[in-house]
């Protein structure tokens, strides 16, 4: 059985820091690209960041360039997030996603992920 397993959220306060890992389990996803959203409260869900089967694409949301850093090891099957300088309005519910192939680079929209994990709570105290 396929899992995307989110952890390392919590409560921080503003200008704290937090980083996320998505260990995947039932199958290697060593060729899939990868990808954080997020849903915060009342809000739809939206793009974070992705990264290619390689790591050698990434992208992420132009709003949290500088901030927000996503990364991979692929022996550990596991993606990570790391979110610096955190701010209230970074409070919401943080997915994995994967997909299912190969892809080229790494894909931004919710529709070209397969896997999805469920998600990990991060709260911003101001």
């Known amino acids: 059985q396929v899992q995307l397993v989110e952890s390392g959220g919590g409560l921080v306060q503003a200008g704290g820091s937090l980083r996320l890992s998505c260990a995947a389990s039932?199958?290697?996803?060593?060729?899939?690209?990868m990808a954080w959203f997020r849903q915060g409260p009342g809000k739809e869900r939206e793009f974070v960041a992705a990264?290619?089967?390689?790591?050698?694409?990434?992208y992420s949301t132009d709003s949290l360039k500088g901030r927000f850093t996503i990364s991979r090891d692929n022996a550990k099957n596991t993606v990570y997030l790391q979110m610096n300088r955190l701010k209230p309005e970074d409070t919401a519910v943080y997915y994995c996603?994967?997909?299912?192939?190969?892809?080229?680079?790494?894909?931004?929209?919710?529709?070209?992920?397969?896997?999805w994990g469920q998600g990990t709570q991060v709260t911003v105290s101001s």
């Open positions: 990264i290619s089967w390689n790591g050698g694409t990434t």
């Open positions: 039932g199958r290697t996803f060593s060729s899939s690209a």
């Open positions: 996603a994967a997909t299912s192939a190969w892809v080229v680079g790494a894909p931004r929209t919710s529709r070209d992920y397969d896997y």
